[in-house]
Protein backbone atom coordinates (compact mmCIF):
# COMPACT_ATOMS: atom_id res chain seq x y z
CA UNK A 1 0.00 0.00 0.00
CA UNK A 2 1.67 3.41 -1.27
CA UNK A 3 3.00 5.39 2.17
CA UNK A 4 0.22 8.22 1.60
CA UNK A 5 -2.87 5.86 1.78
CA UNK A 6 -1.52 4.75 5.10
CA UNK A 7 -1.36 7.96 6.79
CA UNK A 8 -4.63 8.86 5.69
CA UNK A 9 -5.66 5.87 6.66
CA UNK A 10 -4.41 6.13 9.93
CA UNK A 11 -5.79 9.14 10.36
CA UNK A 12 -9.33 7.71 9.05
CA UNK A 13 -9.18 4.92 11.72
CA UNK A 14 -8.08 7.16 14.53
CA UNK A 15 -11.81 9.21 13.25
CA UNK A 16 -13.45 5.98 13.01
CA UNK A 17 -12.76 4.80 16.80
CA UNK A 18 -13.57 8.08 18.05
CA UNK A 19 -17.20 7.85 16.27
CA UNK A 20 -17.37 3.89 16.76
CA UNK A 21 -17.03 4.98 21.00
CA UNK A 22 -19.65 7.39 20.18
CA UNK A 23 -22.04 4.78 18.84
CA UNK A 24 -21.18 2.64 21.34
CA UNK A 25 -22.39 5.01 23.91
CA UNK A 26 -25.18 5.90 22.35
CA UNK A 27 -26.52 2.35 21.86
CA UNK A 28 -25.42 2.14 25.60
CA UNK A 29 -27.39 4.36 27.03
CA UNK A 30 -30.70 3.07 25.00
CA UNK A 31 -30.35 -0.52 26.24
CA UNK A 32 -29.56 -1.39 22.44
CA UNK A 33 -27.22 -4.78 22.04
CA UNK A 34 -25.51 -4.20 18.24
CA UNK A 35 -24.14 -7.41 16.67
CA UNK A 36 -21.28 -6.82 14.08
CA UNK A 37 -21.89 -10.19 11.72
CA UNK A 38 -18.64 -10.05 9.13
CA UNK A 39 -17.43 -12.82 6.34
CA UNK A 40 -16.48 -13.55 3.37
CA UNK A 41 -19.10 -13.44 0.11
CA UNK A 42 -21.16 -16.44 -0.19
CA UNK A 43 -20.94 -17.55 3.38
CA UNK A 44 -24.35 -18.31 4.56
CA UNK A 45 -24.57 -14.53 6.93
CA UNK A 46 -28.26 -13.88 5.64
CA UNK A 47 -29.99 -17.10 6.24
CA UNK A 48 -28.24 -17.35 9.34
CA UNK A 49 -29.70 -14.19 10.48
CA UNK A 50 -33.09 -14.70 9.61
CA UNK A 51 -32.77 -18.28 10.93
CA UNK A 52 -31.45 -16.49 14.77
CA UNK A 53 -33.89 -13.77 14.21
CA UNK A 54 -37.35 -16.12 14.01
CA UNK A 55 -35.70 -17.48 17.48
CA UNK A 56 -35.26 -14.44 19.15
CA UNK A 57 -38.15 -12.11 17.92
CA UNK A 58 -40.33 -12.88 20.16
CA UNK A 59 -38.48 -11.91 23.50
CA UNK A 60 -36.71 -8.92 21.70
CA UNK A 61 -37.24 -5.96 19.27
CA UNK A 62 -34.91 -6.34 16.62
CA UNK A 63 -33.58 -4.52 13.49
CA UNK A 64 -31.50 -5.31 10.89
CA UNK A 65 -28.60 -2.77 8.94
CA UNK A 66 -27.77 -4.47 5.85
CA UNK A 67 -24.94 -3.02 4.22
CA UNK A 68 -23.79 -3.87 0.58
CA UNK A 69 -21.89 -1.85 -2.39
CA UNK A 70 -24.85 -2.43 -4.45
CA UNK A 71 -28.60 -4.31 -4.94
CA UNK A 72 -31.16 -4.48 -2.12
CA UNK A 73 -32.11 -8.55 -2.07
CA UNK A 74 -31.02 -9.15 1.66
CA UNK A 75 -32.79 -6.06 2.96
CA UNK A 76 -35.89 -7.19 1.65
CA UNK A 77 -35.39 -11.40 1.90
CA UNK A 78 -34.87 -10.34 5.36
CA UNK A 79 -38.17 -8.84 6.14
CA UNK A 80 -40.07 -10.99 4.33
CA UNK A 81 -38.15 -13.90 5.96
CA UNK A 82 -38.35 -12.42 9.86
CA UNK A 83 -40.89 -9.72 9.79
CA UNK A 84 -38.03 -7.30 11.50
CA UNK A 85 -36.86 -4.08 10.09
CA UNK A 86 -34.31 -4.12 7.48
CA UNK A 87 -32.50 -1.73 5.93
CA UNK A 88 -30.49 -1.31 3.29
CA UNK A 89 -26.95 0.61 3.65
CA UNK A 90 -25.06 1.69 0.65
CA UNK A 91 -21.33 1.80 0.70
CA UNK A 92 -21.20 3.27 -2.44
CA UNK A 93 -18.14 0.74 -3.44
CA UNK A 94 -16.31 0.48 -0.39
CA UNK A 95 -15.50 -2.61 0.85
CA UNK A 96 -16.57 -1.77 4.75
CA UNK A 97 -18.87 0.25 6.99
CA UNK A 98 -17.65 2.97 8.88
CA UNK A 99 -18.88 3.66 12.37
CA UNK A 100 -20.15 6.70 10.42
CA UNK A 101 -22.23 5.11 8.00
CA UNK A 102 -23.66 3.40 11.21
CA UNK A 103 -24.65 6.27 12.91
CA UNK A 104 -26.38 7.77 9.87
CA UNK A 105 -28.37 4.18 9.86
CA UNK A 106 -29.37 4.46 13.41
CA UNK A 107 -31.61 7.58 12.28
CA UNK A 108 -33.84 5.13 10.00
CA UNK A 109 -35.02 3.31 13.09
CA UNK A 110 -37.63 4.16 15.92
CA UNK A 111 -34.16 3.74 18.37
CA UNK A 112 -36.70 3.96 21.63
CA UNK A 113 -38.30 0.71 20.28
CA UNK A 114 -35.38 -1.83 19.79
CA UNK A 115 -33.23 -4.29 22.16
CA UNK A 116 -30.96 -5.46 18.91
CA UNK A 117 -29.73 -4.61 16.18
CA UNK A 118 -27.58 -6.57 13.61
CA UNK A 119 -25.39 -5.60 11.37
CA UNK A 120 -24.58 -7.81 7.61
CA UNK A 121 -21.36 -5.86 6.78
CA UNK A 122 -20.23 -5.99 2.67
CA UNK A 123 -18.82 -9.83 2.34
CA UNK A 124 -15.25 -9.55 2.75
CA UNK A 125 -12.23 -11.21 5.24
CA UNK A 126 -10.05 -7.62 5.19
CA UNK A 127 -11.67 -4.38 5.13
CA UNK A 128 -14.61 -4.46 7.77
CA UNK A 129 -11.58 -6.09 10.21
CA UNK A 130 -9.86 -2.69 10.41
CA UNK A 131 -12.97 -0.62 11.33
CA UNK A 132 -14.59 -0.46 14.68
CA UNK A 133 -18.54 -0.24 13.89
CA UNK A 134 -18.99 0.85 17.60
CA UNK A 135 -20.16 -2.88 17.65
CA UNK A 136 -20.96 -4.70 21.13
CA UNK A 137 -19.85 -8.17 19.43
CA UNK A 138 -17.71 -9.24 16.26
CA UNK A 139 -19.48 -12.13 14.91
CA UNK A 140 -17.68 -13.83 12.00
CA UNK A 141 -18.59 -16.36 9.45
CA UNK A 142 -16.34 -18.77 7.97
CA UNK A 143 -18.02 -21.56 5.79
CA UNK A 144 -17.05 -25.13 5.73
CA UNK A 145 -16.70 -24.64 1.66
CA UNK A 146 -13.96 -21.82 2.07
CA UNK A 147 -11.40 -24.38 3.66
CA UNK A 148 -10.00 -24.81 7.35
CA UNK A 149 -6.73 -22.37 6.91
CA UNK A 150 -8.62 -19.35 6.70
CA UNK A 151 -7.27 -18.07 10.22
CA UNK A 152 -3.87 -18.26 8.66
CA UNK A 153 -4.57 -16.18 5.56
CA UNK A 154 -7.05 -13.28 7.37
CA UNK A 155 -5.46 -12.90 10.81
CA UNK A 156 -6.95 -9.78 11.88
CA UNK A 157 -10.59 -11.14 11.09
CA UNK A 158 -10.48 -13.77 13.57
CA UNK A 159 -8.26 -11.53 16.01
CA UNK A 160 -11.25 -8.89 16.21
CA UNK A 161 -13.89 -11.37 15.97
CA UNK A 162 -15.43 -12.73 19.57
CA UNK A 163 -17.63 -15.41 18.09
CA UNK A 164 -16.54 -17.37 15.21
CA UNK A 165 -19.13 -19.50 13.53
CA UNK A 166 -18.39 -22.36 11.17
CA UNK A 167 -21.42 -22.85 8.63
CA UNK A 168 -22.73 -25.32 6.13
CA UNK A 169 -21.74 -28.22 8.21
CA UNK A 170 -24.34 -29.59 6.40
CA UNK A 171 -21.82 -29.87 3.24
CA UNK A 172 -18.70 -31.24 5.28
CA UNK A 173 -19.34 -34.63 3.29
CA UNK A 174 -17.78 -33.21 -0.24
CA UNK A 175 -15.04 -30.96 1.53
CA UNK A 176 -12.01 -31.56 3.05
CA UNK A 177 -12.65 -29.52 6.22
CA UNK A 178 -10.87 -30.35 9.43
CA UNK A 179 -12.68 -28.71 12.25
CA UNK A 180 -9.87 -29.17 15.32
CA UNK A 181 -7.09 -27.46 12.89
CA UNK A 182 -9.46 -25.13 12.25
CA UNK A 183 -10.47 -24.52 15.97
CA UNK A 184 -6.74 -24.36 16.43
CA UNK A 185 -5.93 -21.94 14.00
CA UNK A 186 -8.84 -19.84 15.30
CA UNK A 187 -7.05 -19.80 18.48
CA UNK A 188 -4.13 -18.80 17.47
CA UNK A 189 -5.49 -15.56 16.64
CA UNK A 190 -7.76 -14.90 19.71
CA UNK A 191 -7.88 -17.40 22.75
CA UNK A 192 -11.00 -16.09 23.99
CA UNK A 193 -12.60 -16.69 20.38
CA UNK A 194 -16.44 -18.36 21.12
CA UNK A 195 -16.62 -21.09 18.16
CA UNK A 196 -20.08 -22.75 16.97
CA UNK A 197 -20.94 -25.37 14.05
CA UNK A 198 -24.28 -24.62 12.27
CA UNK A 199 -26.55 -25.45 9.07
CA UNK A 200 -28.14 -22.85 8.91
CA UNK A 201 -30.17 -24.98 5.81
CA UNK A 202 -30.65 -27.58 7.77
CA UNK A 203 -31.25 -25.85 11.38
CA UNK A 204 -28.60 -27.50 13.12
CA UNK A 205 -26.35 -26.09 15.59
CA UNK A 206 -28.49 -22.70 15.57
CA UNK A 207 -30.39 -23.22 18.71
CA UNK A 208 -27.19 -23.20 20.71
CA UNK A 209 -25.73 -20.06 18.80
CA UNK A 210 -29.18 -18.26 19.45
CA UNK A 211 -28.66 -19.67 23.45
CA UNK A 212 -25.34 -17.92 23.39
CA UNK A 213 -26.84 -14.89 21.87
CA UNK A 214 -30.08 -14.43 24.15
CA UNK A 215 -27.58 -14.36 27.04
CA UNK A 216 -25.91 -11.78 26.15
CA UNK A 217 -29.12 -9.42 24.88
CA UNK A 218 -31.03 -9.87 28.06
CA UNK A 219 -27.85 -8.91 30.20
CA UNK A 220 -27.18 -5.94 27.60
CA UNK B 1 -16.15 6.24 2.91
CA UNK B 2 -14.72 9.51 4.45
CA UNK B 3 -14.37 12.15 1.66
CA UNK B 4 -10.44 13.23 2.76
CA UNK B 5 -9.81 9.11 1.81
CA UNK B 6 -11.75 9.13 -1.58
CA UNK B 7 -9.55 11.98 -2.45
CA UNK B 8 -6.26 10.38 -1.73
CA UNK B 9 -8.03 7.32 -2.79
CA UNK B 10 -8.45 8.66 -6.22
CA UNK B 11 -4.76 10.05 -6.37
CA UNK B 12 -3.32 6.68 -5.71
CA UNK B 13 -5.45 4.89 -8.31
CA UNK B 14 -4.51 7.38 -11.04
CA UNK B 15 -0.94 6.74 -9.73
CA UNK B 16 -1.26 3.48 -9.92
CA UNK B 17 -2.73 2.85 -13.41
CA UNK B 18 -0.12 4.79 -14.45
CA UNK B 19 2.44 2.41 -13.01
CA UNK B 20 -0.21 -0.56 -14.38
CA UNK B 21 0.49 1.48 -17.81
CA UNK B 22 4.33 0.82 -17.36
CA UNK B 23 4.40 -2.54 -15.93
CA UNK B 24 2.36 -3.86 -19.45
CA UNK B 25 4.77 -2.43 -21.64
CA UNK B 26 7.63 -3.74 -19.73
CA UNK B 27 6.11 -7.20 -19.95
CA UNK B 28 4.67 -6.94 -23.47
CA UNK B 29 8.66 -6.10 -24.57
CA UNK B 30 9.98 -9.23 -22.91
CA UNK B 31 6.41 -10.64 -24.41
CA UNK B 32 5.22 -12.26 -21.37
CA UNK B 33 1.79 -12.77 -20.78
CA UNK B 34 0.31 -11.68 -17.52
CA UNK B 35 -2.76 -13.00 -16.12
CA UNK B 36 -4.25 -11.63 -12.65
CA UNK B 37 -6.54 -14.47 -11.29
CA UNK B 38 -8.99 -13.03 -8.62
CA UNK B 39 -11.50 -13.91 -6.22
CA UNK B 40 -13.24 -14.64 -2.45
CA UNK B 41 -11.60 -16.54 -0.11
CA UNK B 42 -11.39 -20.23 -0.52
CA UNK B 43 -13.22 -19.93 -4.19
CA UNK B 44 -10.64 -22.47 -5.12
CA UNK B 45 -7.63 -20.46 -6.77
CA UNK B 46 -4.62 -22.17 -5.81
CA UNK B 47 -6.15 -25.45 -6.87
CA UNK B 48 -7.03 -24.73 -10.50
CA UNK B 49 -3.90 -22.82 -10.89
CA UNK B 50 -2.26 -25.72 -10.67
CA UNK B 51 -4.02 -27.61 -12.60
CA UNK B 52 -4.12 -24.82 -15.35
CA UNK B 53 0.11 -24.64 -14.95
CA UNK B 54 0.62 -28.63 -14.74
CA UNK B 55 -1.41 -28.51 -18.26
CA UNK B 56 0.46 -25.61 -19.95
CA UNK B 57 3.98 -25.82 -18.50
CA UNK B 58 5.32 -27.90 -21.12
CA UNK B 59 5.06 -25.28 -23.75
CA UNK B 60 5.33 -22.04 -21.59
CA UNK B 61 7.86 -20.90 -18.96
CA UNK B 62 5.56 -20.30 -16.15
CA UNK B 63 5.94 -17.67 -12.98
CA UNK B 64 3.84 -17.25 -10.01
CA UNK B 65 3.08 -14.24 -7.79
CA UNK B 66 0.96 -15.67 -4.44
CA UNK B 67 -0.56 -12.94 -2.74
CA UNK B 68 -1.32 -12.58 0.56
CA UNK B 69 -1.93 -10.81 3.91
CA UNK B 70 -0.05 -13.16 5.74
CA UNK B 71 1.63 -16.69 5.54
CA UNK B 72 3.76 -18.18 2.85
CA UNK B 73 1.23 -21.46 2.60
CA UNK B 74 0.14 -20.96 -1.16
CA UNK B 75 3.54 -20.58 -2.81
CA UNK B 76 5.05 -23.36 -1.25
CA UNK B 77 1.80 -25.25 -2.49
CA UNK B 78 2.10 -24.42 -6.08
CA UNK B 79 5.77 -24.63 -6.23
CA UNK B 80 5.69 -28.47 -4.95
CA UNK B 81 2.73 -29.61 -7.35
CA UNK B 82 4.26 -27.89 -10.29
CA UNK B 83 7.12 -27.37 -10.08
CA UNK B 84 7.32 -23.79 -11.18
CA UNK B 85 9.11 -21.01 -9.65
CA UNK B 86 6.26 -19.58 -7.46
CA UNK B 87 6.86 -16.70 -4.98
CA UNK B 88 5.18 -14.99 -2.05
CA UNK B 89 3.85 -11.22 -1.97
CA UNK B 90 2.62 -10.03 1.39
CA UNK B 91 0.73 -6.80 1.16
CA UNK B 92 1.40 -6.09 4.95
CA UNK B 93 -2.14 -6.30 5.57
CA UNK B 94 -3.58 -4.51 2.57
CA UNK B 95 -6.48 -5.67 0.45
CA UNK B 96 -5.15 -5.36 -3.25
CA UNK B 97 -2.23 -5.71 -5.02
CA UNK B 98 -0.80 -2.70 -6.26
CA UNK B 99 1.32 -2.59 -9.44
CA UNK B 100 3.87 -1.32 -7.81
CA UNK B 101 3.76 -4.23 -5.42
CA UNK B 102 4.04 -6.52 -8.87
CA UNK B 103 6.75 -4.19 -10.08
CA UNK B 104 8.75 -5.13 -7.08
CA UNK B 105 7.93 -8.77 -7.08
CA UNK B 106 8.74 -8.93 -11.05
CA UNK B 107 12.20 -8.47 -9.81
CA UNK B 108 12.18 -11.82 -8.11
CA UNK B 109 12.13 -13.66 -11.38
CA UNK B 110 14.83 -14.11 -14.84
CA UNK B 111 12.40 -12.14 -16.51
CA UNK B 112 14.13 -12.83 -19.73
CA UNK B 113 13.15 -16.81 -19.12
CA UNK B 114 9.22 -16.23 -18.38
CA UNK B 115 6.89 -16.69 -21.05
CA UNK B 116 3.40 -16.39 -18.74
CA UNK B 117 3.26 -14.86 -15.70
CA UNK B 118 0.09 -15.67 -12.82
CA UNK B 119 -0.74 -13.54 -10.47
CA UNK B 120 -3.18 -14.85 -7.44
CA UNK B 121 -4.62 -11.96 -5.61
CA UNK B 122 -5.53 -11.19 -2.26
CA UNK B 123 -9.42 -13.01 -1.98
CA UNK B 124 -11.48 -10.37 -1.86
CA UNK B 125 -14.13 -9.56 -4.01
CA UNK B 126 -13.81 -5.67 -3.63
CA UNK B 127 -10.71 -3.88 -3.94
CA UNK B 128 -8.82 -5.84 -6.14
CA UNK B 129 -11.05 -4.77 -8.47
CA UNK B 130 -9.88 -1.23 -8.33
CA UNK B 131 -6.20 -1.84 -8.68
CA UNK B 132 -4.92 -2.80 -12.34
CA UNK B 133 -1.77 -4.57 -11.86
CA UNK B 134 -0.85 -3.96 -15.13
CA UNK B 135 -2.34 -7.75 -16.19
CA UNK B 136 -3.32 -8.48 -20.23
CA UNK B 137 -6.13 -10.55 -18.22
CA UNK B 138 -8.19 -10.77 -15.35
CA UNK B 139 -9.82 -14.01 -14.87
CA UNK B 140 -12.27 -14.01 -11.55
CA UNK B 141 -13.15 -17.55 -10.53
CA UNK B 142 -16.92 -17.78 -8.27
CA UNK B 143 -17.47 -20.95 -6.70
CA UNK B 144 -20.50 -22.98 -6.36
CA UNK B 145 -20.88 -22.22 -2.54
CA UNK B 146 -20.86 -18.71 -3.13
CA UNK B 147 -24.04 -18.31 -4.88
CA UNK B 148 -25.58 -17.27 -8.27
CA UNK B 149 -25.93 -13.66 -7.01
CA UNK B 150 -22.71 -12.50 -6.67
CA UNK B 151 -22.38 -10.23 -9.74
CA UNK B 152 -25.70 -8.66 -8.35
CA UNK B 153 -23.56 -7.79 -5.05
CA UNK B 154 -19.98 -7.24 -6.39
CA UNK B 155 -20.71 -5.27 -9.55
CA UNK B 156 -16.88 -4.15 -10.05
CA UNK B 157 -15.30 -7.14 -10.12
CA UNK B 158 -17.32 -9.07 -12.65
CA UNK B 159 -17.14 -5.53 -14.64
CA UNK B 160 -13.40 -5.37 -14.78
CA UNK B 161 -13.26 -9.59 -14.95
CA UNK B 162 -12.34 -10.72 -19.12
CA UNK B 163 -13.37 -13.94 -17.52
CA UNK B 164 -15.59 -15.46 -15.04
CA UNK B 165 -14.74 -19.22 -14.00
CA UNK B 166 -17.50 -20.98 -12.03
CA UNK B 167 -15.61 -23.39 -9.54
CA UNK B 168 -16.47 -26.61 -7.90
CA UNK B 169 -18.91 -27.54 -9.77
CA UNK B 170 -18.80 -30.53 -8.33
CA UNK B 171 -20.79 -29.30 -5.64
CA UNK B 172 -23.85 -28.59 -7.73
CA UNK B 173 -26.24 -31.16 -5.64
CA UNK B 174 -25.21 -29.80 -2.41
CA UNK B 175 -25.96 -25.97 -3.37
CA UNK B 176 -28.98 -23.79 -4.98
CA UNK B 177 -26.83 -22.55 -7.68
CA UNK B 178 -28.54 -21.50 -10.92
CA UNK B 179 -26.36 -21.52 -13.60
CA UNK B 180 -28.48 -19.47 -15.97
CA UNK B 181 -29.45 -16.82 -13.54
CA UNK B 182 -25.36 -16.37 -13.03
CA UNK B 183 -23.88 -16.06 -16.35
CA UNK B 184 -27.38 -13.74 -16.94
CA UNK B 185 -26.00 -11.59 -14.47
CA UNK B 186 -22.20 -11.99 -15.20
CA UNK B 187 -22.85 -10.86 -18.65
CA UNK B 188 -24.75 -7.79 -17.09
CA UNK B 189 -21.91 -6.21 -15.48
CA UNK B 190 -19.64 -7.57 -18.58
CA UNK B 191 -21.60 -8.84 -22.48
CA UNK B 192 -18.11 -9.54 -23.25
CA UNK B 193 -17.06 -11.47 -20.24
CA UNK B 194 -16.16 -15.34 -21.16
CA UNK B 195 -17.59 -17.41 -19.09
CA UNK B 196 -16.11 -21.15 -18.13
CA UNK B 197 -17.23 -23.90 -15.62
CA UNK B 198 -14.75 -26.32 -13.68
CA UNK B 199 -14.06 -28.60 -11.03
CA UNK B 200 -10.28 -28.22 -10.54
CA UNK B 201 -10.63 -31.40 -7.55
CA UNK B 202 -12.77 -33.32 -10.29
CA UNK B 203 -10.70 -32.20 -13.09
CA UNK B 204 -13.77 -31.12 -15.46
CA UNK B 205 -13.95 -28.36 -17.91
CA UNK B 206 -10.24 -27.74 -16.94
CA UNK B 207 -8.87 -28.56 -20.37
CA UNK B 208 -11.34 -25.88 -22.15
CA UNK B 209 -10.22 -23.36 -19.92
CA UNK B 210 -6.61 -24.48 -20.47
CA UNK B 211 -7.17 -24.60 -24.23
CA UNK B 212 -8.70 -20.94 -24.10
CA UNK B 213 -5.75 -19.67 -21.89
CA UNK B 214 -3.16 -21.35 -24.70
CA UNK B 215 -4.38 -19.58 -27.42
CA UNK B 216 -4.46 -16.20 -25.59
CA UNK B 217 -0.32 -17.56 -24.13
CA UNK B 218 0.36 -18.46 -27.74
CA UNK B 219 -0.71 -15.04 -29.09
CA UNK B 220 1.34 -12.92 -26.65
Known amino acids: MDYKIIQVKEDVLIE ?7 VRALLHKKHIFFLNVMASPGSGKTTLLCNLINRLKDEFKIGVMEADIDGDV ?3 RISKRTGVKAIQVHT ?3 CHLTAQMVEDAIKDFEIDDLDVLFLENIGNLVCPAEFDTGSNLNMMLLSVPEGHDKPL ?3 LMFQVSNVAVITKIDTLPVFDFDFDKCEEYIHRRNQNA ?3 KVSALKDE ?3 KLA ?3 RELFRNR
Request: hydrophobic residues 30%; glycine residues 8%; proline residues 4%.
Open 194 to 196: KVF
Open 16 to 22: NNQKAKE
Open 205 to 207: GVD
Open 74 to 76: DAD
Open 92 to 94: SGA
Open 153 to 155: KYP
Open 211 to 213: DYL
